[in-house]
C-alpha cells in the first residue's frame, strides 16, 4: 500500500497514521538510515533504491530496509514512478514535510540522535 504525495502524514505510531508505534529516536538512531533520510530531503525529485544505495554507499538491500523503516514510521513516502516500458513501475521514494507540531520535535530528536552516535564513535 502506499501514500498520496498530496496527502498530510499523521504522526508516526498515531491511531491516524495506520502505522505500528515505532520509537521516533530508534527510527533516527542510525547514521545510515539518517543519510538516506537527509539524502531524500536534499532531493527534489523522489530517488529508487538504487540510486539511494549508491548515494549512501550501502547495499540495495540495505538501503531498501532503511527506506521501509522511514515510510513506517512518516518520515517518508513510498509511490510508484510513471511506468517507463513494460514490466512493473519502479518504486520511488521521497521525504515527507513535517507540520509545523512535528519539526520542531523530529529536529530536537534528529540533533540528539546525531550526538548520541558521534559520542559513541568518538570512544
Not at 41 to 51: D, W
Not at 63 to 81: K, M, N, P, T
Request: net charge positive.
Amino acid at each position: 500500500m502506499h501514500q498520496s504525495p498530496d496527502a498530510a502524514p499523521s504522526p508516526p505510531g498515531s491511531p491516524a497514521s495506520g502505522r505500528p508505534c515505532l520509537n521516533v529516536h530508534r527510527v533516527l538512531a542510525s547514521t545510515s538510515r539518517l543519510a538516506v533520510l537527509g539524502l531524500l530531503r536534499s532531493r527534489a525529485l523522489p530517488l529508487g533504491v538504487t540510486e539511494v544505495a549508491e548515494h549512501v554507499g550501502l547495499h540495495r538491500n540495505t538501503a531498501r530496509f532503511h527506506l521501509e523503516l522511514l515510510v513506517d514510521s512518516g518520515y517518508a513516502i513510498r509511490r510508484s514512478a510513471a511506468p517507463n516500458g513494460p514490466g512493473r513501475p519502479r518504486m520511488v521514494y521521497e521525504a515527507t514535510a513535517a507540520t509545523d507540531s512535528e519539526s520542531g520535535y523530529r529536529l530536537l530528536a534528529e540533533v540528539l540522535a546525531l550526538h548520541v552516535v558521534g559520542a559513541q564513535a568518538s570512544r
